[in-house]
């Protein structure tokens, strides 16, 4: 059974400041991906990693797998309140399903 | 392009009742997936359906099923309520090996009492 840690699962940081969210998993998987949500909202896709060492990168926002170490992070740089969120990762079972993290609440504070 | 589309947008439904809830996935994408939403358990995958076959179940009990037409737009059905079916239900739709990622819809708020 897939299982996905997400940490830290809140995050309060200041504007301009730099932090990393990390999602570790249990078993082999090659496909990952980050969603972030916002309250009562949907789910909206931030990236999809396909491979060993894929790294993209969306204006403050990078996100990294590494398949060896079961880890993949999402890095944030010079952060605004604009990305006070919830973010989550997922990774991708057989079958067609995707095991989520427990979600990270992000607070940016002015 | 159009999104994955949900309806409705919230329910309040009486414990034992039933409800069903609908998803129409984004045009050329023939998997739709089914995802519950809540406070303490998190995202959890419900069930998957592809060409109109269940390839896949979560660990969720017989109340809830799916089912998807040959338009690929899905269905979910969850008979007799309990109040901890209270969630978000999330639906996704993808192609079918995901490569693009899932797009998800905007959910089904369900509320029992």
């Known amino acids: 059974e897939l299982k996905v840690e997400q940490n830290p699962l809140f995050l309060s940081m200041q504007e301009g400041k730099n932090y990393t969210i990390y999602c570790n998993y249990s078993t082999t998987s090659d496909r990952l991906y980050w969603y972030r949500q916002d309250p009562g909202k949907s789910l909206e896709s931030l990236f999809v990693l396909l491979s060993n060492g894929a790294v993209k990168q969306e204006g403050r926002l990078m996100a990294s797998l590494d398949t060896k170490a079961r880890l993949s992070t999402l890095h944030i740089t010079a952060a605004v309140h604009d990305l006070s969120a919830t973010y989550f990762c997922?990774?991708?079972?057989?079958?067609?399903?995707?095991?989520f993290g427990g979600g990270t609440r992000l607070m940016v504070k002015p | 392009k159009a999104g994955v589309t949900q309806t409705p947008r919230y329910l309040i439904k009486t414990r034992g009742q039933q409800v069903t809830l609908s998803c129409s996935p984004i045009s050329g994408h023939r998997s739709v997936s089914w995802y519950q939403q809540t406070p303490g358990q998190g995202l959890q995958f419900l069930f998957e359906?592809?060409?109109?076959?269940?390839?896949n179940k979560g660990n969720f009990p017989g109340r809830f099923s799916g089912r998807q037409f040959s338009n690929s737009r899905s269905e979910m059905n969850v008979s007799t309520l309990e109040l901890g079916d209270s969630a978000l239900y999330l639906c996704?739709?993808?192609?079918?090996?995901?490569?693009?990622?899932?797009?998800f819809g905007s959910g089904t708020r369900l509320t029992v009492v």
């Open positions: 996704a739709s993808s192609l079918e090996l995901a490569s693009y990622g899932y797009t």
């Open positions: 359906y592809f060409s109109e076959t269940q390839r």
């Open positions: 997922a990774f991708y079972n057989a079958g067609n399903m995707l095991t």
